[in-house]
């Protein structure tokens, strides 16, 4: 049980982390993260501008920017060792840029086509991160939302559980990751996330849908504007 707020996991989570992401995040999930990401990019409009928040390493950002060469892309992230990293990877891409600003506090002074994340959702409030958005969003504008669920088939989630089981006792090995591989499963299983986004949505007039993934270990959640 995660009794302190998941945002103040974050910088525990990922204050030595940067550096191994890209490699940690595609081993963990199995390779799954690539799917997820482009699963994220089919719901992404033909767009000229894109916001990505929580943007981490900009694995989903230069995704989008090489689906969309033409369209301003902006990464935000709260961790500048993070964009760090990100502005190093993405030195040949000359229509991202990123920004170190907390999603919650968002201020940009910009609206956008299409605002997306993925990973966010389960550390922030649901009606102050929606707000943030709609504030940044045009008016045919589409948020996309993905982040971790924890499955209800039975069967599944023994699997999970175990899984989760190695992959802490792997963190004995890799300090760094430690932190991650403990609390991390704790917070997926205590997070309603998705239902709390979806109502928070329709209560701010967005149309919304949601799909499950891979046997409901994530999904994704898209809101769009009605005009």
């Known amino acids: 049980m995660i009794t302190e707020s998941p945002k103040k996991l974050v910088p525990k989570f990922f204050g030595k982390t940067a ?9 963990a999930t199995f390779g799954r993260d690539k799917y997820w990401k482009n699963e994220i990019l089919r719901k992404v409009p033909s767009v000229k501008s894109v916001l990505d928040l929580a943007c981490g390493t ?20 709260i961790m500048q060792n993070y964009l760090d990293v990100a502005k190093t990877n993405s030195q040949n891409y000359g229509n991202i840029t990123f920004v170190n600003q907390d999603a ?19 550390y922030c409030d649901a009606e102050t991160l929606v707000k943030v958005c709609i504030k940044h969003l ?6 996309v939302f993905h982040d971790f669920t924890y499955p209800k088939n039975s069967f599944v989630k023994n699997l999970w559980d175990l899984y989760f089981v190695v992959l802490n006792f792997i963190g004995i090995f890799i300090p760094s990751w430690k932190d991650v591989f403990r609390d991390l499963p704790k ?18 007039g967005l149309q919304t849908e949601q799909k499950l993934l891979t046997l409901g270990s994530s999904a994704i959640l898209v809101g ?3 005009c």
């Open 19 to 27: 550096k191994s992401y890209d490699s940690v995040v595609i081993w």
């Open 104 to 122: 919650e506090k968002l201020n940009l002074d910009l609206k956008f086509d299409c605002i997306t994340s993925s990973y966010l959702p389960k």
């Open 224 to 226: 769009k504007k009605i």
């Open 187 to 204: 917070l997926i299983r205590s997070t309603s996330w998705l239902d709390d986004y979806e109502k928070t949505m329709n209560n701010n």
């Open 138 to 143: 045009k008016d045919d504008g589409i948020i």
């Open 58 to 77: 900009g694995i989903l950002t230069r995704l989008i920017a090489n689906a969309y060469p033409n369209a301003k892309i902006i990464g935000v992230d």
